[in-house]
Each structure stands twice: as structure tokens, then as C-alpha cells.
């Protein structure tokens, strides 16, 4: 059995490594968990090796154009292909910051890892996936990128998830045809470092709706927005 192959960005821990442990759950899965700490990302992926999941670490720093282009070369030299990309690496440093208090540094480096890392990735990955005419691509949104749900504060992590918004309408328009289907997810709450303790959604439950968007048949939607497996607003 030709096992499809799994890009998780951001692996090492929350979300991402959740979703690593779904996707590698399945028999015909096999995972790339990917991490910029390269002890981080052994651990986990070695964790994970440990309960018979197919895992393999991979180092990638999202926001690094050299990093991004050696893993796509390691994974099309390796593997030949490139089936399932998630793209879940992010940061929230703006948190509860105003406009006027904002470091237009610390916005720019949000857009670069929640927005530019992504691009950079399906940039590269796309060709790989068209070559076996198969792709599904996950871009872990949030409702703070909803454009209908908009509010006040953290405008650097606001624009980067409706930055990501635009990122899977376009190329889900552009692929078209191709059965490489690209959707956005918003995970919920969820009790991550990111997310905080007093989050109301565990790991399993933030990872779900992302692990079902990367595993859709031929016939699934591509350029949604989803919640619970469900459509949400943009
Ligand atoms: N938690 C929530 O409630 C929530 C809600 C809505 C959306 N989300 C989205 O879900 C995704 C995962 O969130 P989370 O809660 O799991 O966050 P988290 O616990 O803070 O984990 C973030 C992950 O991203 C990695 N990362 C950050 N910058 C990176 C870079 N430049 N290159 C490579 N990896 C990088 C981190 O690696 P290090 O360990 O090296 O820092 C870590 O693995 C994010 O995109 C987030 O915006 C989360």
C-alpha cells in the first residue's frame, strides 16, 4: 500500500501534535511532523513512534525560506510526493493589545508566520501534490479572521487569520479540478499553550474538524470555512 504523506507544521506540541496523532492513527497515513526546535519535534514524533504510529520528524522553521525549501526538496527526493499539507504553526503575540500599543515588528512577524509561512508552503507543495493529482490542505484559521465576527484587539493575529482566509479562496479557486481541496479550520478554544487553561475544548476536539478536512474524499468541499464540521461565516 502506497502510504499518503502527511505535512503538520508546528507538530511539536498543542494542536498540531494532536493532529499529528489522529492522522497517524490511520493505517494509510504516514506523517511528517515537522518543528523549528529540532529536540522538541524528535521527542514528540519519537512519542509517538512509540505507540506504532508512522512518524517521522522533519525540521522546519515556517517563517525561514531556506527551511521551507529544503524540507519540500527533502520530502519530494524521499517520498515523491507530498499528499496532505496542515498548516498549523501560528503565534498570538498581540493578545489583548490595541492598535495604539501595537509593535508594527511584532504585527509583521504574525503576518510572517500565520500567513507568509503557509503561503511559502502551498507555494512549493502545490506542484508536488498536482504530480499525483491528490492534495488536501488545512489552514488552521480562527473566528478572530472572520471578517463578519470582527472585533477589537490583536489586529497583527486578526489580519493574519483573514490573510489565511484569502490564501485557501484563492487557491481553492485556482485548483479547482486538480482534487487538491483547500479549506480553512477554527479550532474552537482549545486548552493549548496557545489557548490557555481556562480554554473549554481539549486537544482531541481542536484537532478534529482539521484532521476531517485533511482526510476528505475526492468529492469534499474546498474553499470552506469550518467549525465542528460544519460551514462557518467568513
Ligand atoms: N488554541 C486555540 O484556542 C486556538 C484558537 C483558534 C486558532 N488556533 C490556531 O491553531 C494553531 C495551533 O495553535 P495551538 O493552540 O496549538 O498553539 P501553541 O500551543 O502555541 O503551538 C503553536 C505551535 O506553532 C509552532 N510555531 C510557532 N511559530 C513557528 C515557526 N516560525 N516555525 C515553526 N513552528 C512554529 C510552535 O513551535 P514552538 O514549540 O517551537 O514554539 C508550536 O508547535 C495556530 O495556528 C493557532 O492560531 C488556536
Known amino acids: 500500500m502506497q502510504k499518503r504523506i502527511a505535512i503538520v507544521t508546528g507538530g511539536n506540541r498543542g494542536i498540531g501534535f494532536e493532529i499529528c496523532r489522529q492522522l497517524a492513527a490511520r493505517e494509510d497515513i504516514r506523517v511528517l511532523l515537522t518543528a523549528r526546535n529540532a529536540a522538541s519535534g524528535q521527542r514528540a514524533a519519537v512519542s509517538l513512534q512509540e505507540t506504532g504510529s508512522d512518524v517521522h520528524f522533519h525540521h522546519l522553521e515556517v517563517t525561514d525560506q531556506n527551511s521551507a525549501r529544503r524540507l519540500v526538496k527533502e520530502v519530494a527526493d524521499r517520498y515523491g510526493r507530498a499528499d496532505i499539507l496542515v498548516n498549523n504553526a501560528g503565534i498570538y503575540p498581540d493578545s489583548g493589545l490595541r492598535v495604539a500599543d501595537l509593535d508594527l515588528g511584532v504585527a509583521r512577524q504574525t503576518l510572517e508566520t500565520n500567513f507568509y509561512g503557509p503561503l511559502r508552503l502551498c507555494k512549493h507543495l502545490v506542484p508536488l501534490m498536482q504530480r499525483h493529482a491528490y492534495g488536501r490542505i488545512v ?17 497583527g493575529y486578526r489580519a493574519s487569520k483573514a490573510a489565511l482566509n484569502v490564501l485557501t479562496r484563492v487557491l481553492a479557486a485556482e485548483l479547482q479540478g486538480d482534487n487538491i481541496l483547500v479549506n480553512s479550520v477554527d479550532p474552537g478554544w482549545v486548552r493549548s499553550d496557545m489557548g490557555g487553561s481556562s480554554a473549554t475544548r481539549s486537544l ?16 469534499g468541499p474546498s474553499g470552506g470555512f469550518f467549525r465542528d464540521r460544519q460551514p462557518v461565516e467568513w
Open 139 to 155: 489552514n488552521l484559521s480562527s473566528r478572530m479572521g472572520s471578517l463578519n465576527k470582527m472585533g477589537g484587539g490583536a489586529l
Open 204 to 219: 482531541a476536539q481542536g484537532a478534529d474538524t482539521a484532521v476531517w478536512l485533511a482526510t476528505l474524499p475526492d468529492d
